[in-house]
Each structure stands twice: as structure tokens, then as C-alpha cells.
């Protein structure tokens, strides 16, 4: 039997297709008892067979128990206490690339009032799609308010001058894209009314050139924004506990070449665990029929029309990305209201019953093409069913080792306990200065819970154990993966079946309160366990 350390690395694979649902009756209230059987789910209008099923019902904050110093050899009987610990982790992510000054103040003001009633076992980060203002992970809410104060638009691009033809991102990508003549001639009107000797073959090459232009700062903006949420939620995942990730944004356009980024973004917040919710910090908002009165005038009749219709289009575009993310996660999306506080009370609510459908698609071809999903009930009632839209099928098959590893790391970053593989759990800690401590892991495992198989008259079996380090805010601090590899012979295996096997994990830290995380993977029967524990070194 031997041994080996190694520095825990983590990367991420999918592995099952993952489709969250929330059900709601008649009355928006989340219906809680619904069993796997009851669900119907079709890929591309085929049936498929649910092999994964769970519910997650919200809850409150864990409360560990915590070790006390002393020697490291040696518990400390009748001195144990309890160590409340962040159940829930929050991230607001402002779309400062793409919100106006006047939709910016408000949300920032609601925001404040809504960060003033953060319950104390909750941690707050403030993110920003521009990344010029970041704040990560705290309960200290004079620095949430201070952060909330530095917001202000940051697009990309800048704010400019309008220009003749004025294109919108949506119209661009009509005309460079799709080769949409009614997008091109409402341009050419607008060339026409603001510089009437421009001949129409003139305009049309002057529309398509700034249509060029618009395209390409539009599709840098969409990017960048769909990498900041996507890096957000890769932030969440490495949170243990409760994740949402709140989306403040007026929406954008992500043109069909980008539909893969937000597949990715659902694909990694449902494996990590992560709701993604969307408040619209539009409000309940009016388009004016050929523009306000900061834009040119003179138009005729026809050309306003052109315009205030792809305006219509291209406002309604915008917040579907909010919604595919929302719907896609579990989330909640809120639109069309301006009582801002109400929304963020909305978004930063968790459904109280979440139901995690998983299945392994049929026949798959591995060419990357979309796959829509439809989920039912198999006995409909009035109920309403939010649940993802699609998926990209993958181009090549998971790798098994990768698989297990993701496990583990899922199994790392979360709170819930398992118990397929006997195992305890203590912890100590041992104070060598004021500013310095050493924090021991004991690992006990009972041989006779795992399973092994016989190679060469010898027991055979693998088992991963990894354990990790949070911080009172629940950030990552480190981890250390052990390898145990078991050959054991009969008689061997006898004993240590009375004795059990004790893995020992030192961490050196500083004094503070930690959370403890322990995983346990065997590789033949592909077991798990996971245990949560904690230290407060004074």
C-alpha cells in the first residue's frame, strides 16, 4: 500500500446533458413533489430516457463543528463548538459595457438598498463587464456600497459621435450577415434624408461600409460580455455552497455565430451548480417612433417606419439572451417592471424547488450541431415548466480519467455530504506564533464499505482523497490530493478491515476561521464520500 501527494488541479468536461427545471402552479408558487417519473424529455423531439434525477429545495446556513487546538495526536474532548459558515454566495454582475447612465443610476441605487438587508451568512461580489470595477467575494457591506458608488457605463467602444447613416448593431448584422435588403434600404433612406444629393448607389456603399464597422464593435462588445459572465460563473463554481450569479444588464444582441457562447455559459453554471438569474435595468420602457429629439429629423414617412420597426425587433432581441440564461439555469428573469427593488428581490431569490434532469442523448453524432429540448409532464395540468432550450452536441467523447477528476471537483466546491465510502473526518490545529498555525486533516477509512478487486492474489483498489481549504468568506485557499493505492493481500486486508487506514493532511495558514472539505473517490466501484468540517484558530 502506498501513497503519494500532489497539488489538486482542476479541469472541467462535460459529461451528461443537464436540464434544469422549475415547475410552478397557477399561482407562480414552485411545486416541490414531483417524482423522475413524471417528467418527459425530448431531444429534437425524440424521447430520452432520464438517468440522472434530483431535487434541490432552498435552505439556510450550515452550521459545522469546529476543532480546537492542542495537540495534534490528541482530541479535546467537551470543547467543541459550532462555526457558522457562508451558505450562500451571490455575484452581481453589471453590464457597465452596454448600460446607459440613466438605467446605471437607478439599478445602482436599488442595489444599495438591497445589499443594506444581506443576511450575515450570505457573501456578496460585485462584478462588471467592462472588469474596470470588481469587488470579490464579502460580508463587509461599507465595501459592497463603495463599489456600488464607482459604477459607471464603460462601452467598449466609447461613446462617439452619431453618425450618417446611424446602423445598430442588429441592423449590421441584417446587412453584413443575412444580406437583408429591407435593413440596407431603410439605411439608404436615412443617407438620402440627412445628405439629399447623395446618389442611391453612393448611399448603399456608405450603409454597407458603416454597417462593417458597427458589426465588428458590436460583436467585440457581445464577446467580451459573454467571456465576463462565462469567467463569473467560473468564479461561483469555486465557491462551496449555494451559488447565483445576478445579471443586471438592458440586454444585448448575441448574433447566431455567438449561440455557442451562451450554450457554454449554461453548460458550466449547470455542472458547477450555478443559478444564473437577469434583471432588465431597462424598466418598463417606450421606443420613440423615429428617435428622440437628439436625433436627426426629416425623414419621410416610410424611412421612420423602417427604423422604428428594427428598433422594436432589436429591443425585444436584446433581452432574450437574459432569458435563455435565466430559463437555461434555473433563474429567474425580470422584465417590463420598474420597481427595481421588487427585482432584485425577485432574481436574488432561489426557486424553492429546483428539479435537475440529466440524461445521456441517444445515437449522438459528435458534430457539434444544436439539439432543442423539450420538457413535459406526463400528466399536464395547469402548471406552468421553465426549464434550458438546448445544447451543442460535443465533437469528441469525455475522457474517462478527466470525468472522475470533474467529479471530485464538483464534489470539492459543493456542501453536500455523501456516504457511499466509510469515512471520518477530524480536524486540529496546532499554533507554532502569533501569526502562524499548522492544520491537520485525519482521514479514517474503513476498509470493509469499499470494494476491491482481485489481481494476482492481491486486493486491488484505488482511492483518491482530496482536501481542501475555504476561507470565512468561503474563497479557495488550497487543496492536497492524495493517491492510495491499495495491493493488499488477504491476510493484510483482514487487518486493516478491524483497524482501518488513517490518511493524514497537514496545511500551514494563518489564524482565521476555515471550512474543511474532504473527498473520498474509489476507482473500482467509483464510489464517493464527502464530509464538511471546520477550524477557528484564534
Same mark, same amino acid.
Given at each position: 500500500?502506498?501513497?503519494?501527494?500532489?497539488?489538486?488541479?482542476?479541469?472541467?468536461?462535460?459529461?451528461?446533458?443537464?436540464?434544469?427545471?422549475?415547475?410552478?402552479?397557477?399561482?407562480?408558487?414552485?411545486?416541490?413533489?414531483?417524482?423522475?417519473?413524471?417528467?418527459?424529455?425530448?431531444?429534437?423531439?425524440?424521447?430520452?430516457?432520464?438517468?440522472?434525477?434530483?431535487?434541490?429545495?432552498?435552505?439556510?446556513?450550515?452550521?459545522?463543528?469546529?476543532?480546537?487546538?492542542?495537540?495534534?495526536?490528541?482530541?479535546?474532548?467537551?470543547?467543541?463548538?459550532?462555526?457558522?459558515?457562508?451558505?450562500?454566495?451571490?455575484?452581481?454582475?453589471?453590464?457597465?459595457?452596454?448600460?446607459?447612465?440613466?438605467?446605471?443610476?437607478?439599478?445602482?441605487?436599488?442595489?444599495?438598498?438591497?445589499?443594506?438587508?444581506?443576511?450575515?451568512?450570505?457573501?456578496?461580489?460585485?462584478?462588471?463587464?467592462?472588469?474596470?470595477?470588481?469587488?470579490?467575494?464579502?460580508?463587509?457591506?461599507?465595501?459592497?456600497?463603495?463599489?456600488?458608488?464607482?459604477?459607471?457605463?464603460?462601452?467598449?467602444?466609447?461613446?462617439?459621435?452619431?453618425?450618417?447613416?446611424?446602423?445598430?448593431?442588429?441592423?449590421?448584422?441584417? %446587412?453584413?450577415?443575412?444580406? #437583408? =435588403?429591407?435593413? *440596407?434600404? !431603410?439605411? $439608404?433612406?436615412?443617407?438620402? +434624408?440627412?445628405? /439629399?444629393?447623395?446618389?442611391?448607389?453612393?448611399?448603399?456603399?456608405?450603409?454597407?461600409?458603416?454597417?462593417?464597422?458597427?458589426?465588428?464593435?458590436?460583436?467585440?462588445?457581445?464577446?467580451?460580455?459573454?467571456?465576463?459572465?462565462?469567467?463569473?460563473?467560473?468564479?461561483?463554481?469555486?465557491?462551496?455552497?449555494?451559488?447565483?450569479?445576478?445579471?443586471?444588464?438592458?440586454?444585448?444582441?448575441?448574433?447566431?455565430?455567438?449561440?455557442?457562447?451562451?450554450?457554454?455559459?449554461?453548460?458550466?453554471?449547470?455542472?458547477?451548480?450555478? %443559478?444564473?438569474?437577469?434583471? #432588465? =435595468?431597462?424598466? *418598463?420602457? !417606450?421606443? $420613440?417612433?423615429?428617435?428622440? +429629439?437628439?436625433? /436627426?429629423?426629416?425623414?419621410?414617412?416610410?424611412?421612420?417606419?423602417?427604423?422604428?420597426?428594427?428598433?422594436?425587433?432589436?429591443?425585444?432581441?436584446?433581452?432574450?439572451?437574459?432569458?435563455?440564461?435565466?430559463?437555461?439555469?434555473?433563474?429567474?428573469?425580470?422584465?417590463?417592471?420598474?420597481?427595481?427593488?421588487?427585482?432584485?428581490?425577485?432574481?436574488?431569490?432561489?426557486?424553492?424547488?429546483?428539479?435537475?434532469?440529466?440524461?445521456?442523448?441517444?445515437?449522438?453524432?459528435?458534430?457539434?450541431?444544436?439539439?432543442?429540448?423539450?420538457?413535459?409532464?406526463?400528466?399536464?395540468?395547469?402548471?406552468?415548466?421553465?426549464?434550458?432550450?438546448?445544447?451543442? +452536441?460535443?465533437?469528441?467523447?469525455?475522457?474517462?480519467?478527466?470525468?472522475?477528476?470533474?467529479?471530485?471537483?464538483?464534489?470539492?466546491?459543493?456542501?453536500?455530504?455523501?456516504?457511499?465510502?466509510?469515512?471520518?473526518?477530524?480536524?486540529?490545529?496546532?499554533?507554532?506564533?502569533?501569526?502562524?498555525?499548522?492544520?491537520?486533516?485525519?482521514?479514517?477509512?474503513?476498509?470493509?464499505?469499499?470494494?476491491?478487486?482481485?489481481?494476482?492474489?492481491?486486493?486491488?483498489?484505488?482511492?483518491?482523497?482530496?482536501?481542501?481549504?475555504?476561507?470565512?468568506?468561503?474563497?479557495?485557499?488550497?487543496?492536497?490530493?492524495?493517491?492510495?493505492?491499495?495491493?493488499?493481500?488477504?491476510?493484510?486486508?483482514?487487518?486493516?478491515?478491524?483497524?482501518?487506514?488513517?490518511?493524514?493532511?497537514?496545511?500551514?495558514?494563518?489564524?482565521?476561521?476555515?471550512?474543511?472539505?474532504?473527498?473520498?473517490?474509489?476507482?473500482?466501484?467509483?464510489?464517493?464520500?464527502?464530509?464538511?468540517?471546520?477550524?477557528?484558530?484564534?
Amino acid at each position: 500500500m502506498s501513497s503519494h501527494d500532489a497539488p489538486a488541479t482542476f479541469k472541467a468536461k462535460v459529461n451528461l446533458v443537464l436540464v434544469p427545471v422549475v415547475v410552478r402552479d397557477s399561482q407562480g408558487h414552485a411545486i416541490g413533489n414531483l417524482k423522475q417519473e413524471d417528467f418527459q424529455v425530448f431531444d429534437k423531439g425524440k424521447p430520452q430516457l432520464i438517468t440522472k434525477f434530483s431535487v434541490e429545495k432552498s435552505g439556510g446556513a450550515a452550521t459545522l463543528e469546529k476543532s480546537t487546538g492542542g495537540n495534534l495526536s490528541q482530541s479535546a474532548p467537551g470543547q467543541e463548538t459550532t462555526l457558522t459558515m457562508p451558505d450562500r454566495y451571490v455575484a452581481y454582475l453589471f453590464d457597465d459595457v452596454h448600460l446607459k447612465f440613466e438605467d446605471l443610476a437607478r439599478v445602482r441605487d436599488a442595489a444599495a438598498r438591497h445589499l443594506a438587508g444581506l443576511a450575515s451568512v450570505d457573501r456578496a461580489a460585485i462584478f462588471t463587464t467592462s472588469g474596470q470595477t470588481v469587488l470579490d467575494f464579502t460580508d463587509d457591506r461599507a465595501k459592497l456600497n463603495e463599489t456600488l458608488l464607482r459604477l459607471r457605463p464603460r462601452p467598449i467602444t466609447g461613446p462617439g459621435v452619431r453618425q450618417c447613416p446611424d446602423i445598430s448593431y442588429y441592423m449590421a448584422d441584417l %446587412i453584413v450577415n443575412k444580406s #437583408d =435588403a429591407q435593413a *440596407l434600404q !431603410a439605411g $439608404v433612406l436615412e443617407v438620402m +434624408a440627412c445628405m /439629399p444629393q447623395t446618389p442611391p448607389q453612393v448611399a448603399a456603399q456608405m450603409v454597407r461600409g458603416a454597417a462593417q464597422q458597427q458589426l465588428s464593435s458590436g460583436d467585440h462588445e457581445t464577446r467580451v460580455s459573454l467571456i465576463v459572465v462565462k469567467e463569473s460563473v467560473r468564479r461561483l463554481s469555486a465557491m462551496p455552497g449555494k451559488r447565483n450569479l445576478i445579471l443586471v444588464s438592458p440586454g444585448f444582441i448575441a448574433p447566431f455565430d455567438l449561440v455557442q457562447d451562451k450554450t457554454e455559459i449554461i453548460d458550466r453554471a449547470n455542472r458547477s451548480n450555478v %443559478i444564473i438569474s437577469a434583471l #432588465d =435595468a431597462r424598466g *418598463l420602457y !417606450a421606443l $420613440v417612433p423615429g428617435g428622440d +429629439a437628439s436625433q /436627426p429629423s426629416g425623414f419621410s414617412l416610410d424611412a421612420e417606419r423602417m427604423k422604428s420597426d428594427f428598433q422594436r425587433q432589436e429591443a425585444f432581441l436584446q433581452s432574450d439572451v437574459l432569458a435563455e440564461l435565466a430559463e437555461g439555469t434555473g433563474g429567474t428573469f425580470v422584465h417590463d417592471n420598474n420597481d427595481l427593488d421588487e427585482g432584485f428581490r425577485r432574481v436574488d431569490a432561489r426557486p424553492e424547488f429546483l428539479y435537475m434532469l440529466a440524461f445521456s442523448p441517444q445515437n449522438l453524432k459528435l458534430d457539434g450541431t444544436f439539439h432543442k429540448l423539450k420538457v413535459t409532464l406526463k400528466e399536464p395540468n395547469k402548471a406552468t415548466l421553465q426549464a434550458r432550450r438546448g445544447y451543442y +452536441a460535443p465533437k469528441r467523447l469525455d475522457d474517462p480519467a478527466e470525468t472522475a477528476k470533474q467529479e471530485i471537483q464538483d464534489a470539492l466546491f459543493s456542501r453536500e455530504a455523501m456516504h457511499d465510502i466509510p469515512v471520518q473526518l477530524h480536524t486540529q490545529f496546532f499554533k507554532s506564533s502569533e501569526d502562524s498555525a499548522k492544520v491537520t486533516v485525519l482521514v479514517r477509512l474503513d476498509v470493509k464499505g469499499i470494494h476491491f478487486r482481485k489481481v494476482d492474489g492481491r486486493n486491488r483498489n484505488d482511492l483518491t482523497i482530496v482536501s481542501g481549504l475555504f476561507d470565512r468568506n468561503g474563497n479557495y485557499v488550497t487543496a492536497v490530493e492524495k493517491k492510495l493505492e491499495m495491493r493488499l493481500l488477504d491476510a493484510t486486508l483482514e487487518k486493516r478491515a478491524g483497524s482501518g487506514i488513517t490518511i493524514r493532511t497537514s496545511f500551514d495558514v494563518k489564524p482565521g476561521s476555515y471550512l474543511v472539505r474532504l473527498v473520498v473517490r474509489d476507482a473500482e466501484g467509483q464510489l464517493m464520500s464527502a464530509e464538511n468540517g471546520a477550524v477557528e484558530i484564534p
